[in-house]
């Protein structure tokens, strides 16, 4: 069974930094794309940037495009979300999500719990 556990959220100031981690369990991912995905309050949860397993290929919403990188490292099973010059509106619940095949920004099989993330002004 595949476990998704986020962790790195907290509180920032506009302007700065924090790096999100996905600590991925329970199969191989070879095969699989992982995304990031976000929920602000009273608004839909929408897609962040994601990640080919194997290619390493990476995709990105045009709201963070430019200051947010994807990346996963094979070895430990882990994906990261580094979030440069956050802004007041990157705050959400931040969550990881993995599935079977190519890129999408929308249908994903597994999810984390969610981390929090706050961009104080």
């Known amino acids: 069974q595949v476990q998704l556990i986020e962790s790195g959220g907290g509180l920032v100031q506009a302007g700065g930094s924090l790096r999100l981690a996905c600590a991925a369990s329970?199969?191989?991912?070879?095969?699989?794309?992982m995304g990031w995905f976000r929920q602000a309050p009273g608004k839909e949860r929408e897609f962040v940037a994601a990640v080919g397993w194997g290619s390493g290929n990476t995709y990105y919403a045009d709201s963070v495009k430019g200051r947010f990188t994807i990346s996963r490292d094979k070895t430990t099973n882990t994906v990261y979300l580094q979030m440069n010059s956050l802004k007041p509106e990157d705050t959400a619940v931040y969550y990881c999500?993995?599935?079977?095949?190519?890129?999408?920004?929308?249908?994903?099989?597994?999810w984390g719990q969610g981390t929090q993330v706050t961009v104080s002004s």
């Open positions: 329970g199969r191989t991912f070879s095969g699989y794309t």
């Open positions: 999500a993995s599935k079977r095949g190519g890129y999408s920004d929308t249908t994903y099989d597994y």
